[in-house]
């Protein structure tokens, strides 16, 4: 089992930056791809960014794509998300996964290990 502690996030005004981390300790960290998901009040979690094993494949969901980059450092046993040009709409707390395979995958049920969540707050 993994344990898994996301940090980072915090309140920015639109247009801004934030800089997410995840840390990993317990099962190993490079032999599993990875995901950041997202919940806003009311909604269901949603699938922001994944990478793989090695980190050569990415995936992104449509809303972020362009404006937010995971990347991961397996010697570091981290996970991290770039945020830029944030939006209203990115508000939500942010919680980074850990998937049961190798592989990109988006769906949240193929992820087996989740950390605590941070939230991100943008303001208008």
């Known amino acids: 089992q993994v344990q898994l502690v996301e940090s980072g996030g915090g309140l920015v005004q639109a247009g801004g930056s934030l800089r997410l981390s995840c840390a990993a300790s317990?099962?190993?960290?490079?032999?599993?791809?990875m995901g950041w998901f997202r919940q806003a009040p009311g909604t269901e979690r949603e699938f922001v960014a994944a990478?793989?094993?090695?980190?050569?494949?990415?995936s992104y969901a449509d809303s972020v794509k362009g404006r937010f980059t995971i990347s991961r450092d397996n010697a570091k046993n981290t996970l991290y998300l770039e945020m830029n040009s944030l939006k209203p709409e990115d508000t939500a707390v942010y919680y980074c996964?850990?998937?049961?395979?190798?592989?990109?995958?988006?769906?949240?049920?193929?992820?087996?290990?989740w950390g605590q969540g941070t939230q991100v707050t943008v303001s208008s």
């Open positions: 990478i793989s094993w090695s980190g050569g494949s990415t």
């Open positions: 996964a850990q998937r049961r395979g190798r592989l990109l995958g988006t769906d949240p049920g193929d992820f087996g290990s």
């Open positions: 317990g099962r190993t960290f490079s032999s599993y791809a």
